[in-house]
T-cell receptor
Framework: NAGVMQNPRHLVRRRGQEARLRCSPM?????VYWYRQLPEEGLKFMVY????????ESGMPKERFSAEFPKEGPSILRIQQVVRGDSAAYFC?????????????FGSGTRLTVV | AQTVTQSQPEMSVQEAETVTLSCTYD???????LFWYKQPPSRQMILVIR??????QNATENRFSVNFQKAAKSFSLKISDSQLGDAAMYFC??????????FGGGTRLMVKP
């Protein structure tokens, strides 16, 4: 039973390019969460999704960032026109519909570096 | 909105000794979960221990235990018989009834041989 799969593990983009981060939730999990971690800081909530539905995007910057979780396939976090300040580790987590008593299951993260 | 505060940016412990990491939180809810996660240099977030707010008994997982003080909104982690492999960032987290998980800023634990 594979855990939460994130790819790529590392992503380098030039300023102005687009970054696409993928997350496949754990089998049986229907809820996906994206978090951003800046160096030496905690994880900051970005967005919470169910299949084909955004539940809460209160942590997502209003511009350049978008997320989706289609009926088929992984969840995608998309960052358009990346800037140096977007450099961070982006973590995806998943949970069963009812949340589960074990918190979330996290992926290994994607480290985005903007050069 | 809930907030989670870890007041110790860094802690150090001698191998085989005991260390306690502090965490406080702010909430107006009565039903919630609390967690401690470990993040080693590999970046993987590893669940260490969890506590349901409605349970008065403190959770224990082998060498890890918590001191949950609901009225004080305090949730500290005690690591007994510290091992070199315990060295990592530790994050306290709060989950509300709506599935939202909020993290503290983390405590870096160093273990001295």
């Amino acid at each position: 039973n594979a855990g939460v799969m994130q790819n790529p593990r590392h992503l380098v983009r030039r300023r102005g390019q687009e970054a696409r981060l993928r997350c496949s939730p754990m089998k049986g999990h229907s809820h996906v969460y994206w978090y951003r971690q800046l160096p030496e800081e905690g994880l900051k909530f970005m967005v919470y999704l169910q299949k084909e539905n955004i539940i809460d995007e209160s942590g997502m910057p209003k511009e350049r960032f978008s997320a989706e979780f289609p009926k088929e396939g992984p969840s995608i976090l998309r960052i358009q026109q990346v800037v140096r300040g977007d450099s961070a580790a982006y973590f995806c987590a998943s949970s069963p519909a009812w949340g589960g008593q074990d918190g979330y299951t996290f992926g290994s993260g994607t480290r985005l570096t903007v050069v | 909105a809930q907030t989670v505060t870890q007041s110790q940016p860094e802690m150090s412990v001698q191998e085989a000794e005991t260390v306690t990491l502090s965490c406080t939180y702010d909430t107006s809810e009565s039903d919630y979960y609390l967690f401690w996660y470990k993040q080693p240099p590999s970046r993987q977030m590893i669940l260490v221990i969890r506590q349901e707010a409605y349970k008065q008994q403190n959770a224990t997982e082998n060498r890890f235990s918590v001191n949950f003080q609901k009225a004080a909104k305090s949730f500290s982690l005690k690591i007994s018989d510290s091992q070199l492999g315990d060295a990592a960032m530790y994050f306290c987290a709060y989950r509300n009834a709506g599935n939202m998980l909020t993290f503290g800023g983390g405590t870096r634990l160093m273990v001295k041989p």
